[in-house]
């Protein structure tokens, strides 16, 4: 059985690793160039403008340079259903003419605009967006990943029961020995059994996106866990079966603090009052610390790589 913290210490330099290499094959010089909406000339290279537009989530599937797939736009209006491609807002500032209001594209949001290209203030209201966009595709390429895999090692253990592991199997044993004996057994004990699955899907759906994520224009790439709502989700997802898997000694703990003198629980409640605050703060402060993460290591990795450009010219 490998040392959970030697195997914490082989992910790290493996990701080091995958982020020296796509930095160097991924993201070449001409991916960050920018030209002149008219002339054609190159403009000054503007590294803040570049920085967001990688870490925002985007109405089209960003691939190598300026190709990209278009996703389904999904807008439900006052007046009924609009369903189009995302390619008909391309390139940026093309208006398209649905079937009861003009579309444009505004810094990745679509917008309802007049004839002349000004935003209609008053329609906007009355537009809500569904599309499937960038993050969302992601998601849904993880869960397939996760399925296929999972899918497959869950076949190899049936086929080879009290056999050594092999192939898929042997990879991610190491890693799900980890979760099972340095996460869940020593916080939750013998009733770690059933919250396995949950553990193990969090765990690889979140490495998963942090690796296909790691450089953001890498093709299929996106800032999933860097999105505010993917992590509030999963702080709920998490919140939701803390409290309603909470027995009587862990609620006991909350109200009736043990090894705690009376005066701070009667007649002024303030340990109860604490536990009972921690109850929301620690997903609370779960949902910002992975989004703040993904997304600060995004900007210094793209800052980083924009040095060059900026001091190539």
């Known amino acids: ?156 253990y049936k086929k080879r029961v009290g056999k050594a592991p092999k192939g898929l199997q042997s990879a991610l044993e190491p890693i799900i020995l980890f979760v099972r004996d340095d996460i869940a057994i020593p916080q939750l004990g013998h009733k770690y059994a059933k919250f396995m699955p949950y553990l193990l899907t969090v765990f690889f759906f979140i490495w998963i996106n942090n690796l296909l994520g790691l450089i953001p224009i890498f093709p299929g790439g996106s800032n999933l866990t860097g999105n505010i709502a993917v992590t509030c989700m999963l702080a709920l997802c998490t919140f939701f079966i803390t409290t309603f898997s909470g027995n009587k000694s862990y609620w006991g703990h909350i109200f009736n603090t043990p090894g705690v003198p009376w005066w701070l629980k009667f007649p002024f409640p303030l340990m109860p009052m604490v536990e009972f605050i921690g109850i929301f703060t620690k997903p609370i402060a779960l949902m910002i610390r992975l989004f703040a993460n993904i997304t600060a290591g995004h900007i210094l990795i793209l800052s980083l790589i924009s040095l060059i450009i900026i001091f190539r010219f």
């Not at 989530?57 to 439900?76: A, N, Q, T």
């Not at 390139?91 to 003009?102: A, D, E, H, I, L």
């Open 1 to 156: 059985m490998i040392n959970g913290s030697i195997l914490k210490t082989k992910i790290f330099n493996i990701t080091l690793i995958c982020a020296f290499f796509l930095a160097l094959g991924a993201f070449p010089a001409k991916a960050l160039a920018q030209e002149n909406k008219a002339e054609g000339a190159g403009k000054k290279f503007d590294p803040k403008e570049t920085i967001m537009e990688h870490i925002a989530d985007k109405h089209e599937w960003h691939m190598f340079g300026k190709s990209y797939i278009p996703l389904p736009v999904i807008l439900y209006t006052d007046k009924g259903l609009e369903l189009f491609s995302s390619a008909n807002l391309q390139p940026q500032g093309t208006v398209y003419t649905g079937k009861y209001y003009n579309y444009m594209l505004i810094n990745n949001k679509i917008k309802v605009v007049t004839a002349d290209k000004q935003i209609d203030a008053v329609n906007n209201k009355k537009v809500w967006d569904f599309s499937i966009t960038q993050n969302v595709a992601s998601m849904w390429m993880t869960g397939i990943i996760l399925l296929l895999v999972f899918f497959s090692v869950s076949g190899t």
